[in-house]
């Protein structure tokens, strides 16, 4: 059975590696989205501090969205995907959006 762990073990480096670069492009898009803002309204008004302002509030803002998206703790057991290591909340979000089918919850 070595090849299906190599398999599922490459699989949760791959995801794992997807979710790496998800955080780090949520964290940039912020300090650019949130610096250009600051940059258009400091050049309006004519306060340059307004640039490293915004990027330093787009960084907040990112740090906080992938705080609350991927670093909580979905429960007190640990309710975390053991492949992924999200909260199942988390991982049933990522697999609606890759168009996976979502898993029936028991009732």
Request: proline share 2%.
């Given at each position: 059975?070595?090849?299906?762990?190599?398999?599922?073990?490459?699989?949760?480096?791959?995801?794992?590696?997807?979710?790496?670069?998800?955080?780090?492009?949520?964290?940039?898009?912020g300090?650019?989205a949130?610096?250009?803002i600051?940059?258009l309204?400091?050049?309006?008004?004519?306060?340059?501090?307004?640039?490293?302002?915004?990027?330093?509030?787009?960084?907040a803002?990112?740090?906080?969205?992938?705080i609350?998206?991927?670093?909580?703790n979905?429960?007190?057991?640990g309710?975390?995907d053991?492949?992924?290591?999200m909260?199942?909340?988390?991982s049933?979000?990522?697999s609606?959006?890759?168009?996976?089918?979502?898993?029936e919850?028991?009732?």
């Amino acid at each position: 059975m070595r090849g299906g762990q190599d398999t599922s073990e490459a699989r949760s480096r791959a995801q794992g590696l997807n979710i790496g670069w998800t955080v780090f492009s949520y964290l940039l898009s912020g300090m650019a989205a949130y610096g250009l803002i600051g940059w258009l309204v400091g050049r309006a008004v004519h306060i340059q501090m307004l640039f490293p302002i915004g990027m330093l509030v787009g960084l907040a803002i990112s740090l906080g969205f992938v705080i609350w998206r991927y670093g909580r703790n979905a429960g007190a057991g640990g309710d975390k995907d053991t492949e992924t290591g999200m909260s199942a909340a988390a991982s049933r979000r990522a697999s609606h959006r890759r168009g996976l089918p979502r898993e029936e919850k028991s009732r």
